[in-house]
């Protein structure tokens, strides 16, 4: 029985040792993480991607700011003349404004995936557990009852 006890004994020392080592790891993973300038050093084009993509969705939801408004105030006024004359510049200025809208879209979506990436690789658990997030959502967006099933059948 003394040899048991023992055994068991080292087993948990062991274990403890493990746990502790995994610990330690997992801390330096977080603060490696959490190191921009870290993370700068190694991915220096991903972070300039995130960092802009960062400040265009930040523009985008702040509005854009009084700049742009006078800008659109002053083709208004530029707008008096007769239209004939501005069809071909308000045509090139809407498809610009187009163009910018969808590097916009892809900045964010590329912002978006390379945050995803990023958790997924430091915290454990995390791209399973957004799967199963991301799953739930489409279940319920995609499954809501038809309105004659919800009202009784004479």
């Known amino acids: 029985m003394g040899e048991t006890t023992n055994q068991i004994e080292n087993y948990i020392d062991h274990k403890r040792e493990d ?3 995994n610990l330690q790891e997992l801390e330096q993973k977080v603060k490696s993480a959490t190191d921009w300038k870290w993370q700068f050093q190694k991915n220096p084009m991903t972070m300039l991607g995130i960092a802009f993509g960062g400040g265009v969705m930040l523009a985008a939801m702040m509005g854009g ?3 742009g408004r006078r800008r659109r105030d002053e083709f208004r006024y530029i707008e008096t003349r007769p239209p004939a004359q501005h069809a071909g510049t308000e045509r090139q200025k809407q498809k610009a404004l187009e163009t910018w ?3 916009k879209g892809a900045l964010i979506g590329v912002a978006a995936t390379q945050f995803k990436s990023a958790l997924a690789s430091v915290v454990p658990g995390f791209q399973e557990q957004l799967h199963k997030t991301e799953t739930e959502k489409d279940k319920t967006i995609h499954h809501t009852p038809p309105a004659s099933m919800d009202q009784p059948v004479h």
């Open 65 to 67: 700011g009084g700049r």
């Open 101 to 103: 809208d969808n590097i």
């Open 19 to 21: 746990l502790g080592s």
